[in-house]
């Protein structure tokens, strides 16, 4: 039985009140058709303790295949998301280049993919299919690729996840596919579902920006405050490093 026939039916990007961290602090996402509302401090409530809990979160794994950023970069969104997901495809196609572009290349800022798939066998297939293509360097290609306009309603069986391989140039279809289907991508793959259920993410995006929540496809000016709260909280003197 797979990771998601165990779980509650879940919701992309639908309104959500989900417990995160000891019952701290609350993600609230948007319904489908909604314009994503900015949220009035671009995070949760304050919550000290749940924060630093969802600090410890961030790997900060210098071979992680499934990131980008300096290792030591002062702060890192982690990003729970869904191939199936269509706010996952916005996120990924209008916001997350210009935080590349911004934060990324300047060391402020590091992002983690943690793959929750919550559509069914699709979803899960494309999850392990972006593992393996990261398996070979080819993850953010892969990523690109399979959030492209378009893309997802194509589905996600075996030979177009392949035909998604070579477009991000994956070198060694074979090894994609061994890999694709391997122990080793599913147990990757339960470890970043396990994560996300654990800390009460429901819904797809969901995100952690220096420990904070953030839910939906929130403007580009919201991520862009709370990764400046989140550089000042980490520069600040006394502030615990990772």
Same mark, same amino acid.
């Given at each position: ?11 992309? /990007?639908?309104? %959500?009140?989900?417990?995160?961290? &000891? ?5 609230? *996402?948007? $319904?489908? !058709? ?95 299919? /972006?593992?393996? %293509?990261?398996?070979?360097?080819? &993850? ?5 690729? *399979?959030? $492209?306009? !378009? ?92």
């Amino acid at each position: 039985m797979s990771s998601s026939s165990r779980k509650p039916l879940l919701i992309c /990007a639908g309104v %959500a009140l989900a417990s995160v961290a &000891f019952g701290v602090v609350s993600w609230q *996402a948007t $319904a489908p !058709g909604d314009t994503p509302a900015k949220p009035s401090s671009a995070s949760a409530p304050e919550a000290d303790a749940g924060t630093s809990e969802l600090l410890k979160l961030a790997r900060r794994e210098s071979g992680d295949k499934l990131a980008a950023g300096r290792a030591d970069a002062p702060v890192v969104l982690i990003e729970y998301s869904d191939f199936k997901c269509g706010y996952c495809g916005k996120f990924a196609r209008d916001t997350e280049p210009e935080l590349m572009k911004k934060y990324v290349e300047d060391g402020t800022l590091r992002i983690e993919w943690r793959n929750f798939p919550i559509f069914g066998a699709d979803s899960e297939a494309a999850a392990k299919a /972006a593992w393996a %293509a990261g398996q070979q360097d080819r &993850f953010a290609a892969f990523h690109a690729a *399979a959030y $492209a306009e !378009g893309s997802k309603e194509k589905g996600f069986g075996e030979a177009r996840l392949v035909e998604l391989a070579g477009q991000a140039g994956v070198p060694d279809l074979e090894r994609f596919k061994k890999d694709m289907a391997g122990e080793a991508a599913a147990e990757a793959l339960r470890k970043d579902q396990e994560e996300g259920y654990r800390i009460g993410v429901s819904s797809t995006p969901s995100f952690l920006v220096g420990g904070r929540p953030i839910a939906g496809a929130q403007p580009l000016d919201a991520f862009e405050s709370a990764i400046a709260d989140a550089k000042a909280s980490a520069e600040a003197p006394g502030a615990a490093k990772r």
